[in-house]
């Protein structure tokens, strides 16, 4: 995974998010599609979760 990944890993997704789905990708039983689906699927529930609170 490289550093620009990391970074963004960091920046975007909670601790336990960001390191189940890292382990997911290091243990390679996740295809890099369903990883990035995953991480969308984290930024529109955080995007629908601020919405509901404005």
């Not at 960001?18 to 243990?27: H, N, P, S, T, V």
């Amino acid at each position: 995974m490289s550093t620009v990944t990391k970074d963004w890993f960091t920046l975007t997704l909670a601790d336990g998010q960001r390191e189940k789905i890292a382990r997911a990708a290091e243990l390679k039983r996740t295809s890099m599609g369903a990883i990035v689906r995953q991480c969308i699927d984290v930024g529109i529930a955080r995007m629908e979760k601020a919405d509901s609170i404005l």
